[in-house]
């Protein structure tokens, strides 16, 4: 099916299912125990070998020697797979360093082999036994130090590398109000809880990859470019997933090597990146370093506005840049952005939870908060009066909706913003500052092609499958809605099948594109299904009524069910959003308050009251909407006071790999959070006439929280995180 637009009515509208805060259907499994993650298949994949990956003692160089004689000598051990032995690797589309290391070594922690034995602790003994010697060269590991080295990459995601528009240099140089400010956010972990993990079995030339992945299609694809082999002989199955925040997007050194290591000893092997190898070995959001400069009038209108960002990544691979969030964002018809990446020897930098957004609106949000108050204006109205309705950079582009002003009027009444002081340091209760801080928040919603089948049975089940993944997001429930929705039957007669390479083809679950373009692929499968039953049941299907397990028109009624009595009826369809996206710019808004205290001794930062107010476009289930949001708000916090990614600039890592010393949020850190949802729906978007939360709900969190400490403290952080030792 090819989307044009969804004006007018569809079956979706009647939200008998769809639009309700039904739970998960996948929580019982969940919170049972029961959910089958990917390293915790046994029945399907008996005689299981476990693998032990060995990451990489240095940052840059080559290995000169590799001995494994102690190590095959060990106890239990089958095999040690390592570059020498693998035998010719491709290397797939989507990986920047090689995923099996040697000898020449990119990263601190790339694996370099896999020792494979009959126990995990055999094999993990072995590995202490594997005499490896490298030869270390220098490297570039620190942003700060490689900035003026920094090359114009030419594009980012999104368009150019460098933009401009009018005059920035004299529209800043005469504003009468002027901001010239750097910002710097760190390296970041995604930290999720389940590591990355794999279990291969091969049969004769045909893998089963048992994984941990957000996006099936690209693993499939990249797996088999880099095992060269026809796509075709490659399944991967993953239905649950321990978290992701784009950690697990792509293709990692877990799937690689444990297939290497199952075809090399002819027998199923299971590998878990442990949690210290996780966050050298895998990817990471890149630090960035921002100048941020605004000119304004005195009536708070932004007359200039302009943007630089530089960040690093291996082999000067891809940017991480904030200017992606300005550009967009606030009007001024004079403005400047440039984008500079330099070439940084640490762990490959990729895709986090709002990529480049959520740094961006980091350091924005907060420059908005510190021109507001050089003009003596509060922050909810300076944002207000710089709102716009169309691309600031390609005017002839409008948004298809935009409630940014909505969603900060509402935020403002809800939170009780006129109790802010308006001066600084001057709220006090006992020995903690009070403050409160406010932050727009803004991230793309993009469509993309998705598939799906469903099926109708005799008993009247229907049963979707799609390779769609749910990384605890709620993907199995809001498809199950979408097809109830649809074939007007209660949620307990959909079945759900997900993250399997055997199913067509879905978007996937990232840039929170998930949600609305796969519940968008099964109503398209779903009208064709209703199509079929209609036709078989003598219906018209454009006006037959699909509900509580009937169809019926003009009086007559017959049960679903009797449609596929001889047989199930079985249907597959593709949504296809064709340009959508360029002709109207898919967005979601939200706003952010925050209201933190301050230890006056300590400085000590306690969170009391979160809230966010989301603009979205049709909230397809309240509930889940909501859990992705209070999860993003706590990751915004952590990003606020705690995250960062410790690089030893001297030998090139990052130092605290482990889940005790990369800090993130715990329930003491969050007292209380509130999400209000606008009521929207937009036609535009997709016959769902949905978006995504999932990465919105991030965005603009920390600067909220940077301002409010700010509104309490009088002390302005320019350096994420705010940890106290910045305030005293
Ligand atoms: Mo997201 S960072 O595209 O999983």
């Known amino acids: 099916m090819k989307f044009e637009t969804a004006a007018g009515e569809n079956p979706i509208d009647r939200q008998q299912v769809v639009g309700k805060g039904v739970d998960r259907i996948d929580g019982p499994l969940k919170t049972t125990g029961t959910a089958t993650y990917a390293y915790e298949w046994h029945e399907p994949v008996a005689n299981v070998a476990y693998g032990h990956v060995i990451g990489s003692a240095i940052a840059k160089g080559r290995i000169t020697s590799i001995d494994l004689t102690l190590a095959r000598r060990a106890p239990g051990v089958l095999t040690v797979v390592t570059a020498d032995n693998a035998g010719p690797l491709g290397k797939g589309e989507r990986n920047n360093a090689t995923l099996l290391g040697g000898p020449d070594i990119e990263h601190y922690h790339q694996a370099v082999a896999l020792v494979v034995a009959e126990s995990f602790e055999q094999a993990r003994a072995a590995a202490e036994l594997v005499r490896i010697t490298y030869e270390r060269v220098p490297g570039s590991f620190d942003l ?13 995601t999104g368009g150019e590398a460098d933009t401009a528009v009018g005059d920035f240099a004299s529209a800043f140089a005469d504003a009468p109000l002027q901001l010239d400010a750097i910002y710097t956010t760190p390296d970041q972990s995604h930290a999720m809880m389940e590591p990355h993990a794999s279990i291969a079995a091969w049969e004769g030339n045909r893998l089963t990859l048992w994984t941990s992945n957000q996006m099936i299609e690209w693993g499939k694809q990249d797996l088999a470019k880099t095992l060269n082999i026809p796509a075709e002989n490659v399944r991967l199955i993953s239905p649950y997933i321990g978290g992701g925040f784009g950690g697990k997007l792509f293709l990692r050194a877990d799937a690689l090597l444990t297939a290497l290591a199952a075809r090399a000893i002819g027998r199923p092997v299971k590998t878990a990146l442990p949690r210290a190898l996780m966050i050298n070995n895998t990817t990471h959001r890149a630090a960035t370093i921002q100048r941020i400069r605004i000119g304004a009038d005195r009536d708070g209108k932004i007359v200039a506005i302009g943007h630089e960002n530089w960040s690093g990544d291996l082999n000067g691979d891809s940017p991480e840049s904030g200017v992606r969030y300005s ?6 018809a004079n403005r400047m952005s440039a984008t500079r990446l330099a070439s940084i020897d640490l762990p490959e930098a990729n895709a986090m939870r709002a990529p480049s957004d959520m740094p961006g609106s980091m350091t924005v949000e907060v420059a908005m908060d510190e021109m507001a108050e050089k003009l003596g204006m509060d922050p909810v109205e300076f944002r207000i009066i710089n709102d716009t309705q169309v691309l600031p950079e390609q005017p002839e582009r409008s948004y298809s909706q935009r409630q940014l002003n909505e969603c900060l009027i509402q935020g403002a009444q809800r939170f009780g913003w006129n109790r802010r002081a308006a001066t600084p340091a ?28 469903v099926r109708l049975d005799g008993n009247g089940m229907v049963t979707v499958e799609t390779d769609m993944t749910d990384i605890g ?43 609305n373009s796969s519940t968008s692929g099964v109503y398209a499968a779903c009208v064709k299904l209703r199509r079929s039953v209609a036709q078989k049941l003598g ?66 930062v306690r969170i009391r ?86 990465e919105l709900g991030i965005c603009g969190v920390s600067a909220a929280v940077a301002n409010a400490i700010y509104n309490a403290t009088g002390v302005r952080v320019r350096d994420y995180p705010i940890t106290l030792d910045k305030l005293l």
């Open 144 to 156: 700060a130090a490689a900035k003026d080295t920094a090359k114009n990459p030419g594009k980012i």
């Open 327 to 332: 550009r967009p964002l606030y009007a001024g």
């Open 473 to 515: 997001t709620g993907s199995y429930t809001i498809i199950a809605q979408t097809a109830a929705e649809m074939m007007g039957v209660p949620l307990e007669q959909v079945e759900v099948r997900l993250g399997d390479s055997s199913f067509p083809v879905s978007t996937g679950s990232g840039g929170q594109w998930g949600a």
């Open 609 to 694: 009251r979160m809230l966010a107010v989301c603009a979205a476009g049709r909230i397809l289930n309240p509930k889940t909407a909501r859990s992705q949001v209070i999860g993003a708000m706590t990751m915004g916090a952590g990003a606020a006071l705690m995250e960062e990614l410790a690089v030893d600039t001297r030998y090139g890592f990052f130092v605290n790999h482990d889940l005790a010393t990369y800090e993130v949020p715990v329930h003491a850190d969050i007292p209380h959070q509130e999400v209000v949802f606008l009521d929207e729906t937009d036609p535009l978007s997709s016959p769902m006439k949905a978006k995504g939360v999932g």
């Open 539 to 604: 219906f018209d299907a454009q006006q037959a009524v699909f509900e509580n397990g009937e169809v019926h028109q003009s009086g007559r009624r017959i049960a679903l069910r009797e449609a596929a009595a001889d047989g199930d009826i079985v249907e597959e369809d593709t949504i296809e959003f064709g340009d959508l996206d360029d002709r109207y710019k898919l967005s979601t808004f939200a706003s952010h308050f925050v209201e933190v205290a301050v230890h006056s001794a300590t400085a000590e």
């Open 426 to 453: 001057t709220r006090r209760e006992g020995v903690w500052l009070i403050g409160l801080g406010v932050a727009g928040g803004f991230r793309d919603s993009p469509v993309t092609t998705s598939a799906a089948r």
